[in-house]
């Protein structure tokens, strides 16, 4: 069994001139940009995580003495887990 072609395929494309693929065009107009307030407000967050981030720790002590207690199995007692879970409530939900 034999297939004929329908039609012939040209594998150079007519109609185009060598050189012009490469050219640039020049506008005439100013550029200009725009920001938008939210990518304004992820910079301005993202600037002061940086910051954060970079800031010397100043209650270093105040730290040590909280692991000092934490460590110490007579501080942690009902009190303190109910005081501390109301705490996290009032900061997540308050």
């Given amino acids: 069994?034999?297939?004929?072609?329908?039609?012939?395929?040209?594998?150079?494309?007519?109609?185009k001139k060598p050189g012009q693929a490469g050219q640039a065009r020049v506008s005439q107009g100013a550029d200009s940009i725009s920001i938008s307030s939210e990518a304004q407000e992820k910079a301005e967050l993202y600037r002061v995580q940086k910051l954060a981030a970079a800031a010397a720790d100043v209650?270093?002590?105040?730290?040590?003495?909280?692991?000092?207690?934490?460590?110490?199995?007579?501080?942690?007692?009902d009190a303190i887990l109910n005081a501390t879970a109301n705490k996290l409530i009032d900061t997540l939900f308050g």
């Fill in 1 to 15: 069994m034999t297939i004929d072609r329908i039609g012939s395929i040209d594998p150079i494309q007519p109609g």
């Fill in 59 to 77: 209650r270093a002590e105040r730290v040590a003495e909280l692991k000092q207690k934490i460590n110490d199995p007579a501080y942690i007692n």
